[in-house]
């Protein structure tokens, strides 16, 4: 089995974690943690790993290396912000996918390589922290697992399994 503890970044102005969004960070590090991990990955935005080196620190793993995964980070985002905006304020997924059928299907199939090729690259009873973005983490999870995640507040996560090339998504 390999895990993926898959979470989105803390609150954030623009690019940067706000001060609510480190201490956010800082008290997911003491209180909510599986480590130790294989891997610290981020989706490539500075919020994202700002938020990844600060729960690095708390798991005391400071000489594992953050790898950027920028296939964990949609180039069209405001084509998602657009039609999750349409789709109303906490849309899903599939809500989304019912404004923008071809955006969800073609993001899904990229995230969920990218995700899928985090999850192959991990040893046997392997862990990695992500944290990425939302829709695009559960974009990412359904894609692999079939299963509807549901959207992610800020800081929150679903764990992901792999078991003999089957994935199931649980809450964290």
Known sequence: MRY?????HTDNDGDQLTAQGVADAEAIGREALQ???AAFISSGAARATEMVTILRRATG????PIV????LRSTVED???AAAKAAGQGASVEQIRAVD?????????????????IVESLPEGGRALVVGHSPTNEAAAAALTGAT???????????LVEDGGRFTVRAL
Do not use: S
Not at 68 to 71: D, Q, R, S
């Open 4 to 8: 993926v503890e898959l979470r989105r």
């Open 61 to 64: 793993q400071d000489d594992t």
């Open 79 to 81: 084509r998602w912000r």
């Open 149 to 159: 995640v549901q959207p992610l507040g800020k800081g929150a996560g679903v764990l």
């Open 101 to 117: 059928p071809d955006l969800v299907d073609h993001e899904e199939r990229l995230l969920g390589a990218a995700l899928r090729g």
């Open 35 to 37: 480590p130790p991990y």
């Open 68 to 71: 950027e995964v920028t296939g």
